[in-house]
């Protein structure tokens, strides 16, 4: 089993929609917890950190649920320029090191 | 602020020859990393270094060297390339302690092995 699970998509969704992605975690010891953007052929970047009683960034959303290892990121009304592949990453604890990736998944938000 | 640079973008090798990956980061961070990232697949950690003057293996290690030069530096070395390296390989530095740590990354090699 992968210790960051995502669903990998496409999500393909118009312009101005809301879409939801979801992630688990298996490591119940995992501490702290973030979502980057990838565009395609480009590096990883940050995001938004993941609190537990969830947390807003504009249009973006993400919630925390710990008794079921669970994190999600919402993101409303959206906008082409969202269109990349959104990574769900989990710190075990220690330092950089212990940052664990999940696979990604892909938003394309057409016009 | 140019962040992690990175060299080359794009890098061909035939099975055998050996190259070495750059990585410079100016933020004056103590800690870099080196990933890998193959399609379906979370980046995976090959070597990093916690601070000047140590290096440890990450999850995928074999197959590959480093070396933290300075505060500033931490290379990659490919002693003899197999076709299972190609990948996107991203070099990483971090600055904070601790659990919230925030990795910064470079714009990533493309590397093929034939």
């Known amino acids: 089993r992968k210790e960051v699970e995502q669903d990998p998509g496409p999500f393909n969704v118009p312009e101005g929609a809301t879409v939801a992605f979801n992630c688990t975690y298996s490591?119940?010891?995992?501490?702290?917890f973030f979502w980057y953007r990838q565009d395609c052929r480009k590096e990883p970047k940050l995001l938004m950190s993941?609190?537990?009683s969830g947390n807003e960034d504009g249009r973006f959303t993400a919630q925390l649920n710990r008794a079921s290892q669970y994190i999600s990121l919402l993101i409303r009304d959206s906008k082409l320029s969202d269109s990349a592949t959104y990574l769900c990453?989990?710190?075990?604890?220690?330092?950089?090191?212990?940052?664990?990736f999940g696979a990604g998944t892909r938003l394309f938000v057409k016009a | 602020n140019a962040g992690v640079t990175q060299t080359p973008k794009f890098q061909v090798l035939k099975t055998g020859q050996s190259m070495t990956l750059q990585c410079a980061q100016d933020?004056?961070?103590?800690?870099m990393y080196w990933y890998r990232q193959d399609p379906g697949m979370g980046l995976r950690l090959i070597y990093y270094?916690?601070?000047?003057?140590?290096?440890d293996k990450g999850e995928v290690p074999n197959g590959y060297n480093v070396s933290r030069l300075n505060k500033r530096e931490f290379s990659l070395r490919l002693e003899s390339a197999a076709p299972s390296q190609t990948s996107v390989y991203f070099c990483?530095?971090?600055?904070?302690?601790?659990?919230?740590?925030?990795?910064?990354f470079g714009s990533g090699t493309q590397l093929s092995v034939l």
């Open positions: 990453v989990v710190n075990i604890g220690g330092g950089g090191f212990k940052t664990i």
């Open positions: 990483a530095s971090s600055g904070n302690r601790g659990r919230r740590e925030k990795l910064f």
């Open positions: 490591n119940s010891a995992s501490q702290s």
């Open positions: 933020m004056n961070h103590n800690s």
């Open positions: 993941v609190y537990s």
């Open positions: 270094s916690a601070s000047e003057g140590t290096t």
